[in-house]
C-alpha cells in the first residue's frame, strides 16, 4: 500500500527563524512526492515535487524540499519563515494512475 | 490562481437533497480531478475523468455521480445527501492522465453544508 504520514499536526514556529514540515512515505516501485499550501478559505496550491534526479527539490514562495530515500522521507523547508507562511500544508505521493494520496495535513504557525 | 473555476463557492441544502457541483479544468488540460476534504476523513480522491471518460475511482459513494462533457467541465452530483456529506469538494485538473509526474492544479472549492 501507498501512503505518506505527516507526524505533526501543528509546527509553531517564530518569524524569521527556519521551517520544517515533515512527511515520510511508504511506496513500491519509484515515489513521486509532492507538497501544497491550503490558505484558509482556499484551494490546495501546488508547492513542488520529486520526480527523479537532484534530492534538493526548490519550489515557490522560496520552499524546497530534501528527498532522503534511505529514510524515506521528503521533508519540506524554508530558511526564514514568514507570519504569510501560516496555513496548511500536505504531503501527497502519486503512486498510480490518478489519484494523489495526501497526508494529513500538517497547520503551520508562523508568529511575529 | 490556478487556472481551475469551481462553481458555486458556497451550498446549503437539506437531507436527502440533490445538488450539482461544477468544475472548468485549467485550458488544455484533458484531466479532472475531484477530491472531498472533511475534517474527520482529511483529502480524499473521488474520481478522475480523462478526455470524457471515467479512468479511476477512488472513494465515491454509490450515491454521488459525476460525468466530463465535451468541452471539458466536469460535473459531481451528489444525491440523497447525509449530513456526513458536508465537506469541502475539489475539483483539479491536469493536462493528461498516464503520467505519474503530472501535476494537478485545484480549484477554489465547493463547500457544501448539509442541514
Known amino acids: 500500500a501507498q501512503s505518506v504520514a505527516q507526524p505533526e499536526d501543528q509546527v509553531n514556529v517564530a518569524e524569521g527563524n527556519p521551517l520544517t514540515v515533515k512527511c515520510t512515505y511508504s511506496?513500491?516501485?519509484?515515489?513521486?512526492l509532492f507538497w501544497y499550501v491550503q490558505y484558509p478559505n482556499r484551494g490546495l496550491q501546488f508547492l513542488l515535487k520529486y520526480i527523479t534526479g537532484d534530492n534538493l527539490v526548490k519550489g515557490s514562495y522560496g520552499f524546497e524540499a530534501e528527498f532522503n530515500k534511505s529514510q524515506t522521507s521528503f521533508h519540506l523547508k524554508k530558511p526564514s519563515a514568514l507570519v504569510s507562511d501560516s496555513a496548511l500544508y500536505f504531503c501527497?505521493?502519486?503512486?498510480?494512475?490518478?489519484?494523489?494520496?495526501f497526508g494529513a495535513g500538517t497547520q503551520v504557525v508562523v508568529t511575529p | 490562481d490556478s487556472g481551475v473555476t469551481q462553481t458555486p463557492k458556497h451550498l446549503i441544502t437539506a437531507t436527502g437533497q440533490r445538488v450539482t457541483l461544477r468544475c472548468s479544468p485549467r485550458s488544455g488540460d484533458l484531466s479532472v480531478y475531484w477530491y472531498q476534504q472533511s475534517l474527520d476523513q482529511g483529502l480524499q480522491f473521488l474520481i478522475q475523468y480523462y478526455n470524457g471518460e471515467e479512468r479511476a475511482k477512488g472513494n465515491i459513494l454509490e450515491r454521488f455521480s459525476a460525468q466530463q462533457f465535451p468541452d471539458l467541465h466536469s460535473e459531481l452530483n451528489l444525491s440523497s445527501l447525509e449530513l456526513g456529506d458536508s465537506a469541502l469538494y475539489f475539483c483539479a485538473s491536469s493536462a493528461y492522465s498516464n503520467s505519474e509526474v503530472e501535476t494537478q492544479y485545484f480549484g477554489p472549492g465547493t463547500r457544501l453544508l448539509v442541514l
Open positions: 511506496v513500491s516501485g519509484n515515489p513521486y
Open positions: 501527497a505521493v502519486r503512486p498510480s494512475w490518478g489519484k494523489l494520496q
